[in-house]
């Protein structure tokens, strides 16, 4: 099993910026996949950004809509996950999830809480 706890939501004007964190704990997780998936009011939860683990190191992943605004990082232990946020807009107002995703024949999900984002226009 393991537990996420999630950090750094808030209200912010449009064009202004947050630090998302994620920390994980309650299995080795260096060798998974975390990353950010969110949800807006009326929507289907949506890919932000992840870090995919692999032999060489963690490859990052990103949907179009946060290219070149946010970044994502891991730390070196594996188990917390940081998205940066910047030049945010109206729309990118949702509830933002840690995603942990552990590589087998058949993958295993975890979810957080989750952490209110509202940019105001």
């Known amino acids: 099993q393991v537990q996420m706890v999630e950090s750094g939501g808030g209200v912010v004007q449009a064009g202004g910026s947050l630090r998302l964190s994620c920390v994980a704990s309650?299995?080795?997780?260096?060798?998974?996949?975390m990353g950010w998936y969110r949800q807006a009011p009326g929507k289907e939860r949506e890919f932000v950004a992840m870090?995919?683990?692999?032999?060489?190191?963690?490859?990052?992943e990103y949907a179009h809509s946060a290219k070149d605004r946010f970044t994502i990082s891991r730390d070196n232990a594996g188990n917390a996950t940081y998205l940066e946020m910047n030049s945010l807009k109206p729309e990118d107002t949702a509830i933002y999830y840690c995603n942990v995703r552990v590589p087998s024949a058949i993958p295993v999900e975890y979810w957080g809480q989750g952490t209110q984002v509202t940019v105001s226009s």
């Open positions: 870090t995919r683990w692999s032999l060489r190191g963690y490859n990052s």
């Open positions: 309650g299995r080795t997780l260096i060798n998974v996949d």
